[in-house]
Structure formats: C-alpha cells, structure tokens
C-alpha cells in the first residue's frame, strides 16, 4: 500500500466534504493508495476547529507557507474562493507538491492558462474536481457516448442546477461577486461539472450563442444592509459540435434560480438508433432509448455500481459524498499511473477549455450574437 500525505487549503464546505471522503477510506476494497490527512490551512480559525477532531491531523494553521513548508506532505487539494486560485495553486506546485485543484480553475481564462503554464514546467500532476460523473449513472453514460452506437447524434445536452439561490433573504456570499466569483458568475461556479464529460467525449464547440441572465441585483449583506449581487446567475449556452462529420447542437445549462433544483446534475444524449439520459434527481435510474419496431426508453435501476469498489451493498443508492470520494480515489489512482484506461478527474487542459468556452460566452451575450471559438485561436487574445 502507497501512503500519502496530503494538505488541505480552504476548510469550508468543500475542505469538509474532501476530509470525510479521506476518513472513510477503509470503504474502499483495495483501493492501491491510501491517502491520509495531516495537515488543514484556512484564514479562519474557527474553520479548523472543526479538524480536531480528525486524528490524523497533526498540523493546523491560518498559513499557507506553514503547511507548504511541510516536507512529507505530497499532495495538497485547494478549495478557496476563485479570486485566489491562480495564486495559491502556484504557490502549491512551487512547493513542490501535487494539485487537486478546485473548478474553475482560475478566476478567469488568463489565471486558468497560467495555472497550466506552471504546472506543465514544473512537471506536477494537477486535476481539477468535478464528482458528478462518477455517479454510476453517468458512468453509462459516458460508456453508451464510447461505444457510438447511437446511430447520427441529433442533440445533446448537459446542466447543473441550483434553487437556493431563489430566495431573494439569501444574504450575499463571495460566489455572488465578481471579484472573488470571476465575471463568468455561475458558469464558473457550475460549468465545469456541465463541461467535464462532453469535453472527455470530445464534444468542444465550434461556435458558442450564450443567453447569461442576473436576475437578483442585490441581496441582504448579513449587516442589516444590502450589497451588490453582480454575477452571472443563470446561463444558457446554445454550442453547435463537430461529431464524426456533422454538426450537432450541445446546449449547457447552468442556472443559481432553477426552481426547484437542489443540485441537480444531467446528462442526455439523444441519436437516431439509440439514446441515453441520466440525470442525479433520480440518482440510480438509468434511461436509454432504444429504437426498435416500436420505440421506447428503458428505465433501469442502477444501484452502487462504483467505478471503485467499496463495502456499499450493490443495491443501495450513490450520494454526493460517495462520488466526491471515488473522484478522489480516481486522482490517486492517475498520479500513482494505475489509473490506465479508467476514467479519470478533469485535466488541467479540459480546465482551460471550459474557461474558454465562458470566456467565448461572455463575447456572445455582449455582441448579442454566436461566436466561433476556432480551436482557440480566437481566445488566445482573450
Ligand atoms: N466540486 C464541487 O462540487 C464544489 C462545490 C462547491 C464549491 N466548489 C469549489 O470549491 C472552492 C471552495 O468553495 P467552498 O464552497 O468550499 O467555499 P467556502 O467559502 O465554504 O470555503 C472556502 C474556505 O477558504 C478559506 N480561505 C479563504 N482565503 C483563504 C486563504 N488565503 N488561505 C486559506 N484559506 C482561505 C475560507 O476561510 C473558507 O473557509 C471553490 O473553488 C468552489 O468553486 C466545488
């Protein structure tokens, strides 16, 4: 077994949702590494109170050059706001350690290049978190897109949705501002999970007509006052594809006023012959169509089909936190090169390309017109 240390910079939700992935790893039936949690950083003091009560952590500090000046540590997973990826990312792989880095990847499209930048001449294994598609759900999928049996693809199309963001009493948090969210609002908050298999399956859009929508333009500042809600909070992007010779419409939808969704993750892909959809509101059906004499669309039931092996029963049902854990145990498996053909956490260059496609949305909605990305000539001027 391959023991590695690992650090965590940002302690909130998801610096939570990571070290309780980490405590339960012993879920897992031979998983080759085992990672253990030794040291948290956040800002907040009070944030790392929490982590005491997690044996494994010897280290915690409110400095990032304390838990970076830790020799044993190897892998560190960062979850800060935006505003500060490019810097401590940097700040990371300087150290000399390896990334798990948080989506977007940046604050913006230049800070996501310049992560890239530096962990190409460094030489350091960095990915970026998107959990959804290891949702067996998803794997299938992703399998059913592979196997490109679904006779010419008419559409396809994938979303993340949100609904706490309806209630106009939420007071103002960093994601809903600017300069900590990034201009990309909500895209950058939720396209990376929308983008991570169409871009695995290869599907990067030639043209990209974006509809961005800010629907609340204030919200409480938690002071008795109000403050400026400035981002993007929902955004349709209408993106036409290049697959096997033909285009094909790929519509993304990421929306913070959805009603109704709590966090709702989907993917369809809909062909002539076959088809396949599968979205974590039902989170172990499994839709396929099929057209025969008669056409149809299969539901099956999936159960605990993980793409890594645990003690879960095959009968019971995936949740966040069981798909946030296999993401991990996949970026282990990659950097520790067993991954093989498996399917693996969203690469630095799929990171970059979902910021491109944003970035191409943002020219979009202000021409009021489709723009072509060009294979990302065009943006490189971005
Ligand atoms: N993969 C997912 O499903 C998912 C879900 C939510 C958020 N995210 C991403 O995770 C990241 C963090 O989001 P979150 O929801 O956990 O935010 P959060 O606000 O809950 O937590 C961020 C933490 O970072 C700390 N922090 C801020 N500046 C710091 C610094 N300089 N050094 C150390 N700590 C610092 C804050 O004190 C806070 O505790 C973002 O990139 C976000 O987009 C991913």
């Known amino acids: 077994m391959n023991r590695v240390k690992v650090g965590i910079i940002g302690g909130g939700l998801m610096g939570k ?27 907040n003091p ?11 952590v010897k280290l915690l500090t409110t400095e990032v050059e304390e838990l970076l000046d830790e020799e044993s540590i190897e892998v560190v997973y960062v979850a800060v706001p935006h505003h500060l990826h490019e810097s401590l990312y940097s700040k990371v792989l300087q150290a000399g350690k390896d990334l798990l880095a948080e989506k977007p990847f940046g604050i913006d499209l230049a800070a996501a290049r310049a992560i890239l930048h530096t962990a190409d001449q460094l030489g350091r294994f960095v990915r970026c978190s998107s959990e959804f598609p290891f949702m067996p759900g998803a794997q ?11 006779g010419q693809i008419i559409q396809i199309r994938s979303g993340f949705l949100h609904s706490s963001d309806m209630d106009p009493d939420k007071p103002i948090n960093w994601k809903r501002q600017v300069k900590y969210c990034g201009e990309t609002g909500v895209m950058g908050d939720l396209g990376m999970h929308a983008l991570h298999l169409p871009l695995r399956l290869g599907f990067y859009p030639k043209k990209v007509f974006a509809q961005l929508q800010n629907i609340y333009h204030q919200r409480p500042d938690g002071k008795g006052g109000m403050a400026n809600c400035d981002t993007w909070d929902n955004a349709m992007l209408y993106t036409e594809v290049e697959v096997r010779g033909t285009s094909v419409p790929m519509n993304l939808e990421m929306k913070r006023l959805a009603p109704g969704e709590t966090n709702t993750w989907y993917i369809e892909i809909d062909g002539t012959d076959n088809g396949v959809r599968f979205s974590t509101k039902s989170p172990k059906t499994l839709w396929t169509f099929h057209r025969e004499k008669e056409q149809s669309w299969k539901r099956t039931d999936l159960g605990f089909n993980s793409v890594f092996p645990t003690i879960t029963g095959g009968i019971f049902e995936p949740g966040f936190p069981d798909i946030f854990q296999q993401m991990l145990a996949a970026f282990f498996m990659e ?25 191409a ?9 489709s723009v072509a990305m060009e294979n990302q000539k065009i943006n490189e001027k971005i």
């Open 335 to 359: 950097r520790a090169g067993l991954l093989g053909e498996g399917f693996g956490c969203v690469t630095p260059l799929e990171a970059v390309m979902s910021q491109e496609i944003f970035a």
């Open 46 to 56: 009070k944030v790392l109170e929490w982590y005491k009560k997690i044996p494994t």
């Open 17 to 43: 949702e990571a070290a309780s992935a980490f405590g339960r790893w012993f879920t897992l039936e031979d998983h080759p590494v085992i990672p253990e949690l030794v040291a948290v950083c956040d800002l």
């Open 140 to 150: 299938r999928a992703f399998k059913a897109a592979m196997a490109a049996d679904f």
């Open 361 to 369: 949305a943002g020219i979009s909605h202000q021409l009021g017109k």
